[in-house]
């Protein structure tokens, strides 16, 4: 889907106005989230024919960041298909395969219909090899989970980040085909990520795989994925299977995977491990599998959309953003609109699970014309939110004269 172009954008920059204190003036966020299983559609008056929505006044323009398209773009290591989070509303709870994120696509070393079996192998007593058919034929639902990549940026508006309903096999029942010859074996996901050519922009190394304990991936419900959204998976996605491992960073939900193998308890970390390993929270690349905490998504939250509407009659600023992460399914945070001009405002947004995602509202009283930041946090304070409390997901927007 197209995005909309900047509404009434200024022609030079203009200085920054701090707001009125908020103080009682601000009105209390009402989360809501409605549907089932709704497509990811866009809004009701998307497109040139659609009539236009009387109650919103200005689309206010996210700035310091860098252009941003949902197609396609780059080659090999260096794809990228974003999703439009300013899409996003409160019906959004499946964006289905098509609107999907893609970081990487597939391998141009990769023949069709490859790989062709799944292997499980090392520390076993019998190595198998599960034809891709028999994993489509045992192929069950696993319900709706959030994919985010770890390299989710302010650059590309966040749109590395989805959410749609899964179809595929658990990691523990495929291992349960084997039997281990080590009680302490860990446990290797590699795909063909072969691609013929390097990064260009030098983010990126051929490669996955990702060294998990056993008991990591029962506990995550992990499973490899042969349909998204209703449909197989598509090349770009990681087909015949992928690994999806529930509230975990997408670089451990590993494309092309063609192999499972048990390794021993110090095997090394992979090469993979080590190019995620900042920013999935590790403190430093280690050089031991055993040795990286679990790469799990913390409590994040981001404003999507902000927006001048006609409210009741009066003209108002309306916020809309994402809160996904952690173990919760309720999380309380606190919005601070333009730092050091009032109070922040309490807000509450429940996520439907920990593995999807809560789209959260504020309205409030307008704002002034220049830029103005939006920053969130969550409570309890203590709440692991790292990149909350660095504010990675904090942005900026402008509001025109």
């Not at 559609?41 to 941003?68: I, M, Y």
């Not at 281990?180 to 990126?204: F, I, K, N, Q, Y």
């Not at 349909?227 to 529930?246: C, E, I, S």
């Not at 409570?379 to 660095?390: A, G, N």
């Amino acid at each position: 889907m197209p995005r909309r172009p900047p509404e009434d954008a200024p022609t030079a920059e203009r200085r920054i106005r701090r707001r009125d204190a908020l103080g009682a003036a601000l009105s209390a966020l009402v989360w809501a989230c409605g549907g089932d299983d709704a497509p990811f559609a866009g809004p009701a008056d998307a497109g040139p024919d659609a009539p236009a929505d009387p109650s919103l006044l200005a689309r206010h323009t996210f700035v310091g960041e860098a252009p941003f398209s949902v197609t396609k773009v780059g080659r090999g290591l260096d794809a990228r298909k974003r999703l439009d989070l300013g899409e996003i509303d409160t019906t959004t709870t499946d964006v289905g395969a098509d609107a999907f994120f893609v970081r990487t696509e597939a391998p141009d070393g990769l023949p069709p219909n490859e790989p062709a079996f799944l292997a499980l192998g090392g520390l076993v007593s019998q190595p198998l090899s599960v034809p891709m058919g028999e994993l489509v034929r045992d192929t069950r639902p696993m319900g709706t989970h959030l994919l985010e990549c770890s390299g989710n940026t302010r650059d590309g508006a966040f749109g590395l980040l989805s959410v749609t309903a899964w179809e595929g096999v658990l990691v523990a029942d495929l291992l349960a085909k084997v039997s281990s010859t080590d009680p302490g074996a860990r446990v290797l996901v590699s795909g063909r990520d072969d691609h013929s050519a390097p990064s260009e922009e030098g983010h990126s190394q051929k490669g996955a795989s990702w060294i998990f304990s056993r008991a990591d991936l029962v506990r995550a419900g992990a499973f490899l994925a042969t349909k998204m959204g209703g449909r197989p998976l598509t090349r770009d996605h990681g087909a015949p299977a992928r690994l999806v491992v529930p509230g975990w960073y997408g670089c451990t939900a590993i494309k092309w995977v063609d192999t499972i193998t048990l390794v021993p308890d110090d095997a090394p970390a992979t090469d993979h491990m080590k190019e995620f390993a900042l920013r999935t929270h590790q403190h430093y690349a280690f050089d031991l599998a055993r040795e990286y905490s679990p790469a799990a998504l913390e409590v994040s939250a981001v404003c999507t959309r902000a927006e001048t509407r006609l409210v009741d009659g009066k003209p108002r600023l309306r916020l809309r953003g994402l809160v996904w992460g952690g173990t919760s399914v309720t999380t309380l945070l606190r919005l601070f609109l333009d730092e050091g001009g009032g109070d922040p405002v309490t807000v509450r947004a429940p996520a439907p699970h920990p593995t999807t995602w809560g789209v959260w509202e504020w309205t409030g009283p307008v704002l002034g014309p220049g830029r103005h930041t939006v920053r969130l946090h969550a409570e309890p304070i203590d709440m692991p939110q790292r990149r909350l409390k660095s504010g990675h997901y904090t942005r900026t927007f402008e509001v025109s004269g």
